[in-house]
């Protein structure tokens, strides 16, 4: 009880000397506000985006595969012209009968076009592919339908329109949709359904896409090539239940297989799983928070050097203090104390205050900047320790100094 | 009470230099002297002679180069600094020519000072300040600032701050140094009625009339006492 009592007595002179001159107090304790606000902010808006591709990477779908036509390796020979061409519908037929660890497949053909309903017309991409789509993509219709193998086997004049597409194309006249005929290269589809939101997925905007049959697509606007027969853009695969690599394997067998491949070198396809894209996205968003995290500690350097300038400024100008503290029986401890503690008053205020000013900073940002931001728990007590590690560290060297001086000499300065 | 009052300041053969330059200054030339248990001391001399080199060792704030300085018999020359703090804070007041008082605190917050330091309970260091105080006549000035008060109840408050803890010697350093002759006087008073209280009280002063108030005199010269009443 009687340690306590010390403490607070040392924090009542420490508070006084604050008090003593308010202006250069805070001032310093700004220092460390700005500090410890960005770094609060900054690792918020890192946690952000690591969440957010993370979400992003999960809306994907679970257990995706993603086979796309070309060769990953961008200097090998095959990255030839055609090779773009290599993929084909029967491909995507093959991979869904004989692939045992393959538990759906959706080939697609997406190319741009414009659409038109009436005088309003868009650009879009059109994404001619299967029923199965939906399913893989975890994507579906928020009215309507999506088309069904019906109208896959009778090739359907069927479109389902995306949410921005439907609202360029219909927002205006605030028409329905539904049942309505839209023009795509001089071509008619009724519109069957109209997507989900979904947001921006892997940079693509998965709301400004039209959805027609596959089948239907090859028959009036695309990708039916004399040569290589029905060609796809890419064959999005979901695999079962932790058969991933199974599939993985089975799939590159496979299309090694039908397309007369012996050298691994020269696969003429490349597959992307979900894990890929999530380590490409983590190490990214990893980069990006460590930049900014050093950004935040630099800054956070510089407030504690402020501290340590203030405090040495302060000893200097108030060694008569000191000395008049001494001759009236100061210890050693208690002159280092009540400096410390000044320094670690002023650095928990300013870090106190700037976890404040950050968690409203980021929370700004993700109001109207629109970006995401994610203030920790963690981020937080790690400032808060911090400060406290700051005023304790810059701290102590002016404290010290102050503490040694002799009282005499202390006692004649000015 | 008839016993023979005890010794409590003993120096001997105290010296003091100062090596700034290549040639060491002396303040204090091997100074000798004894000074009992409510003793009334004044020590004289002119500028430059030691007078405060003296003082301040004997107020535990300097230590002598040579020499050895016993107080209450015990040895404080091989005391560390700590120790000597502990010395300054409960047996020593030191009351200085320039009043040396903290501008930012009140009057009573400056009389507390030497209290948080001793420790004493936050509800017994109030009532004795504030004791102290208007002993010194200062029960309306407690919540002031030294800037608000005049050069004579600023010196009263560092009085009262000297002897708050209940010291039992007191040094005063030309503590009428800075006011007029009329406050001046008015402070010897004080000094004069604390020595009746027992308290062992010593005095710089260049005034003749404060020195007849003490009833030794020492005179010092060059880093050496040239007379001693005594
Ligand atoms: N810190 C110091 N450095 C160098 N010389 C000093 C210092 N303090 C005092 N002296 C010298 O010591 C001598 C005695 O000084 P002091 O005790 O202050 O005299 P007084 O108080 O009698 O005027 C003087 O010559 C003075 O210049
Ligand atoms: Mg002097």
Same mark, same amino acid.
């Given at each position: ?40 902010? &900054? ?27 070309? /060769? ?21 037929? /093959? ?73 360029? &194309? ?166 280092? /104390?009540?400096?410390?503690?000044? /320094? ?71 | ?230």
């Amino acid at each position: 009880m009687k340690s306590l009592e010390d403490i607070s007595e040392l924090l009542a002179i420490a508070w006084q000397g604050i008090l003593s001159n308010r202006l250069r107090s805070a001032l310093t304790v700004l220092g460390i506000v700005i500090g410890i606000a960005s770094v609060i902010t &900054l690792l918020g808006i890192g946690q952000g985006a690591k969440l957010e591709a993370e979400k992003q990477v999960q809306s994907l779908g679970v257990n995706l595969i993603y086979v796309r036509p070309g /060769a990953a390796n961008l200097s090998s020979i095959s990255q030839g012209q055609g090779s773009a061409a290599t993929l084909t519908y029967d491909d995507a037929q /093959a991979i869904r009968e004989t692939c045992p660890a393959v538990e759906d497949v959706a080939a697609q053909y997406n190319s741009g076009f414009q659409a038109q309903y009436g005088e309003q017309n868009t650009s879009t991409s059109v994404v001619a592919t299967e029923p199965s789509y939906v399913d893989i993509r975890n994507f579906y219709p928020a009215k309507g339908r999506f088309f069904s193998n019906t109208d896959m086997k009778e090739a359907s004049r069927v479109c389902v329109l995306g949410e921005t597409v439907a609202n360029n &194309l219909f927002g205006a006249t605030g028409e329905n949709p539904m049942r309505k005929q839209v023009l795509i290269r001089g071509e008619l589809f009724e519109v069957i359904g109209v997507m989900e939101h979904k947001g921006v997925t892997q940079m693509m905007d998965m709301d400004d896409q039209i959805f027609i049959p596959l089948t239907t697509g090859y028959a009036t606007l695309v990708g039916l090539n004399a040569v290589t027969g029905k060609q796809v853009k890419s064959i999005l695969v979901r695999a079962k239940e932790n058969e991933d690599l199974q599939a993985q394997f089975q799939i590159t067998n496979l299309l090694r297989l039908r397309h007369n491949i012996q050298n691994p070198d020269s696969d003429d396809f490349t597959l992307r799983t979900q894990a890929d894209i999530m380590q490409t996205a983590q190490s990214i968003t990893g980069v990006f928070s460590l930049l900014l995290g050093a950004t935040a500690g630099i800054s956070l350097l510089v407030g504690g050097i402020g501290i340590m300038n203030i405090m040495l400024v302060s000893v200097t100008e108030r060694t008569k203090e000191i000395g008049i503290r001494k001759a009236i029986g100061a210890k050693y401890s208690e002159i280092l /104390a009540q400096f410390v503690i000044e /320094a670690v008053l002023m650095s928990l205020t300013g870090g106190i205050l700037g976890i404040g000013l950050g968690v409203a900073g980021a929370s700004a940002l993700s109001q109207f900047a629109n970006w995401k931001t994610d203030v920790t728990p963690a981020s937080v007590v790690l400032s808060f320790c911090v400060s406290l590690a700051i005023g304790l560290f810059f701290g102590i060297y002016p404290a010290r100094k102050a503490a040694r001086l002799d009282p005499i000499i202390a006692l004649r300065s000015e | 009470m008839t016993k023979e009052p005890e010794t409590v300041i003993k120096l001997s053969e105290i010296v003091r230099t100062y090596n700034l330059s290549a040639e060491p200054v002396y303040a204090l030339r091997g100074v000798s002297l004894e000074i009992k248990q409510g003793e009334y001391v004044a020590i004289m001399g002119t500028s430059g002679s030691g007078k405060s080199t003296l003082m301040n060792i004997i107020g535990c704030l300097d230590k002598p180069t040579s020499g050895t300085y016993t107080l209450d018999g015990q040895d404080i020359t091989t005391r560390s600094d700590d120790e000597l703090a502990a010395i300054r804070n409960r047996t020593i007041g030191f009351v200085f020519q320039q009043f040396n008082l903290l501008h930012s605190m009140t009057a009573l917050q400056n009389v507390m000072l030497p209290l948080v330091y001793a420790k004493v309970p936050k509800v017994n260091r109030k009532v004795k300040a504030e004791l102290a105080l208007s002993e010194l006549g200062l029960s309306s000035r407690m919540e002031h600032k030294p800037n608000e008060l005049s050069g004579g109840q600023q010196q009263r408050v560092a009085i009262a701050r000297a002897i708050v803890n209940s010291p039992r010697i007191l040094l005063a350093d030309e503590p009428t140094g800075a006011l007029d002759s009329n406050t001046a006087r008015e402070i010897m008073g004080l000094f004069n009625r604390l020595m009746e209280e027992g308290m062992t009280v010593i005095i710089v002063t260049h005034d003749p009339e404060t020195a007849s108030h003490a009833k030794r005199v020492i005179k010092v010269k060059d880093g050496l006492i040239q007379e001693d009443t005594l």
